[in-house]
Structures are given as structure tokens and as C-alpha cells.
């Protein structure tokens, strides 16, 4: 079984509509983090969370929100879709006592909004 | 601003020749760097890192280097396989261990055979 579990793995919806993506993982990391990846531009950085306590908006933020809700649990939600914002997702851990920053992904969940 | 570039062509290369693959960043110090390899419809997995006080590092057919001067970091794969197609992306960590990573857009390696 994977660490890190991200579902839906596909997912087609329509602009407005509310859309909520989730993680999990059993690696025990403190840290959990969503990226966006699309075609040219890289992994861009939504949101960061380093324990249940702490959220932290990344370069892209804006139309996204967070909620951590355990340790192992980390769900990135947009609130009204819209089509610029359908995009390969992905969620990561990382465990700071190793001091490297190594991240851990899951396997990405692909949104496309229409 | 910041930004952190790796060269959006993909590179062909013959089966049991090196890859080197090129990370360059402007207006960053970061604490250290990290190669990924992507396979196509699957999440990023970690290679090597390399910290700022490293010229070199090596793991297996791998080596990393990184050139705090010039802002660039080079990765090699020697004796490159057709196993070892995919799209390899650096990331960098600003100083102090904040777990925040930014990536570059990705390499795409094809070793023919």
C-alpha cells in the first residue's frame, strides 16, 4: 500500500462547483504539503501544514483552502472551480528530524474543470 | 524575482552514454538541492541533495553538482539506460530547514537503445 494516498485519482467537474481533494499517509511526518504541477511550470506550492496546528499558504494560494484535520489527514478544497485550475495535484510529506527536506508524493490526482 | 530554470527540451541521448541534466536559479541562497525523478502519471521521487558547503555527490550512476557561484547545479547520469527515461526535476530550500521547497519545471530524459 502506498504512504501517501491522494483520492480521488481523477476527477472531471464544472466551473462553480465545490471540489475537495484528499490525503493521507501513513508515514507518520509531521509535515504535509499540495502542490499543483502543470504542462511547462513546474510543481507550484498551494499550501503547507508542519503539524495539526499550522497552515501556511504557498505561492498559489488563492481559490484554494486547507484543512488538516489529523496528523495523517491533509485536504486541499476549491470552493468554486473554475477551468484555469484543472491541473495534476499532488500532496507530499516530509519529516524534519532527517534534516534533508526530502518530500514523499503521492501518486496526484488529475482535476479538470469545465 | 526568483526563479529556478532547467532546460524545457527534452534530451536524446544514446543508451550507455551520460545525461547531464542543467539547474540554474537566480536570487536565491539556498541551504541545499534536490534532484526528483518523474515518471509520466506518477508523483515525483526523491534522487539525491546536495547541500551549499558540497562541490559533488554521488550515488551510483548518479552525480550531483553545485556551483554556489555560477547558481547551478549539474546531474549526471553515467551509463544511461532506457530504464532511465523520465523527467527529472530540482527543487531548492531556502535557507534553514523550513521543509519549503520550489521546483524548476522539469527535465525529460530519452535513452535510446
Known amino acids: 500500500d502506498a504512504d501517501v494516498t491522494q483520492t480521488p485519482r481523477n476527477r472531471i467537474t464544472k466551473t462553480g462547483k465545490r471540489i475537495m481533494l484528499e490525503c493521507s499517509q501513513t508515514?507518520?511526518?509531521?509535515?504535509m504539503y499540495w502542490y499543483r504541477q502543470d504542462p511547462g511550470l513546474g510543481l507550484q506550492l498551494i499550501y503547507y501544514?508542519?503539524?495539526?496546528?499550522?497552515?501556511n499558504k504557498g505561492e498559489i494560494s488563492d481559490g484554494y483552502s486547507v484543512s488538516r484535520q489529523a496528523q495523517a489527514k491533509f485536504s486541499l478544497s476549491l470552493e468554486s472551480a473554475i477551468p484555469n485550475q484543472t491541473a495534476l495535484y499532488f500532496c507530499?510529506?516530509?519529516?524534519?528530524?532527517?534534516?534533508?527536506?526530502?518530500?514523499?508524493f503521492g501518486e496526484g490526482s488529475r482535476l479538470t474543470v469545465l | 524575482s526568483q526563479k529556478i530554470e532547467q532546460n524545457s527540451e527534452a534530451l536524446n541521448i544514446q543508451e550507455g552514454k551520460t545525461a547531464t541534466l542543467t539547474c540554474n536559479y537566480t536570487?536565491?541562497?539556498?541551504?541545499?538541492l534536490q534532484w526528483y525523478r518523474q515518471d509520466p502519471g506518477r508523483g515525483p521521487v526523491f534522487l539525491l541533495l546536495?547541500?551549499?558547503?558540497?562541490k559533488e555527490k554521488r550515488k551510483e550512476r548518479l552525480k550531483v553538482t553545485f556551483d554556489t557561484t555560477l547558481k547551478q547545479s549539474l546531474f549526471h547520469i553515467t551509463a544511461s539506460q532506457p530504464a532511465d527515461s523520465a523527467t527529472y526535476l530540482c527543487?531548492?530550500?531556502?535557507?534553514?530547514?523550513?521543509?519549503?521547497?520550489?521546483f524548476g519545471q522539469g527535465t525529460t530524459l530519452q535513452v535510446k537503445p
Open positions: 507530499a510529506t516530509s519529516d524534519p528530524r532527517t534534516h534533508t527536506g526530502e518530500l514523499f
Open positions: 508515514k507518520g511526518h509531521d509535515r
Open positions: 501544514s508542519f503539524d495539526v496546528k499550522d497552515i
Open positions: 536570487n536565491y541562497s539556498p541551504a541545499y
Open positions: 546536495i547541500r551549499e558547503n558540497e
Open positions: 527543487a531548492l530550500a531556502a535557507s534553514g530547514n523550513t521543509g519549503k521547497l520550489i
